[in-house]
């Protein structure tokens, strides 16, 4: 009898399956103990009190430290994450999340990249609050980057490369030239600007039932940067099940954990479209549900 990739999964708490994927219900700390190990953890927690989600919480700690045990040499954490403001001082728990991670699991801080978003003003006295953090860790020496290519904005790849340096005078001198860059693109910024009102998220209706959602082009920039067609994306916090329906989209294998069942449900139908969209693309007949 042929085996699936899904044969090494824990067969309890399965709320719902595809052939990409699995949707466990449950806590997931619990679940993530009997997991083996993936090559990708895209995800993000609740931020401090800024959304109630069905009245849950979450152990920070043993998330982490259970996050660390899941992923495999080599295999990235993208950990989307946010400071709540009380009477104009920020809560600073982003930063202490990621001193968290990389002091007391042992995971590398790989890149700090910012989610640039449109987003409303804090309040009188601060700027416009357009960003978020995307701290991105590797479990020892990163094994996949597929870096996202963008064009110039001018010609600067024509012309020629030159190196300085100040000398003991504080005299800034040419100490090098080169042959200039021809190629037209470079590697993408790690500032991410996605719009977010309206149907830019997503144009799936239902994930608006979720207090907070990924915008669907930052979870398929992720994934196609840090793995490969086949490998193995986990989100303990799978909310509206963004990570499910681009993985999908994408040709990767997904599991995602879900306390709350209200949440399991908007997932399941998001995932169900996701894979009629992309079997309508592919002239292909639609993935098997359980």
């Not at 910024?189 to 144009?203: A, E, F, L, Q, V």
């Not at 209706?205 to 207090?211: C, G, M, S, V, W």
Request: charged letters at 30%; aromatic letters at 12%; hydrophobic letters at 35%.
């Amino acid at each position: 009898m042929e085996t699936s990739w899904k044969d090494q999964f824990p067969k309890e708490n399965r709320y719902f399956e595809t052939d990409n994927g699995i949707l466990y219900l449950g806590d997931n700390i619990n679940i993530m103990e009997s997991l083996p190990e993936v090559d990708m953890v895209l995800t993000s927690p609740p931020y401090d009190n800024l959304r109630t989600y069905e009245g849950y919480s979450f152990d920070f700690e043993k998330t982490a430290q259970r996050i660390k045990k899941v992923m495999k040499q080599g295999a990235v954490l993208v950990w989307v994450v946010k400071d709540q403001t009380i009477n104009g001082t920020e809560s600073l728990t982003s930063f202490k999340q990621a001193l968290y991670f990389r002091e007391q699991t042992g995971l590398l801080l790989h890149d700090t990249m910012i989610y640039d978003k449109d987003g409303p003003p804090k309040n009188a006295n601060r700027y416009q609050d357009d960003f978020e953090y995307m701290f991105v860790f590797v479990k020892g020496k990163l094994k996949t980057f597929n870096p996202i290519m963008v064009k110039k904005l001018n010609d600067t790849h024509k012309r020629t490369k030159k190196a300085y340096h100040r000398d003991l005078a504080h005299e800034c001198k040419t100490f090098r030239t080169g042959k200039p860059n021809m190629r037209p693109f470079k590697k993408k910024s790690n500032i991410w600007k996605y719009n977010i009102g309206g149907d830019c998220s997503t144009t799936d209706k239902i994930a608006f039932q979720h207090p907070a959602i990924f915008p669907e082009q930052l979870a398929h920039n992720h994934i196609i940067s840090w793995t490969n067609e086949n490998e193995i994306i986990l989100d303990p916090f799978f909310g509206s099940g963004t990570v499910g329906v681009m993985a999908e989209a994408l040709d990767r294998k997904w599991i995602g954990i879900e306390i709350s069942e209200k949440y399991c449900q908007i997932a399941k139908k998001r995932i169900q479209k996701a894979i009629q969209r992309t079997a309508m693309a592919k002239g292909t007949k639609q993935d098997t549900l359980f």
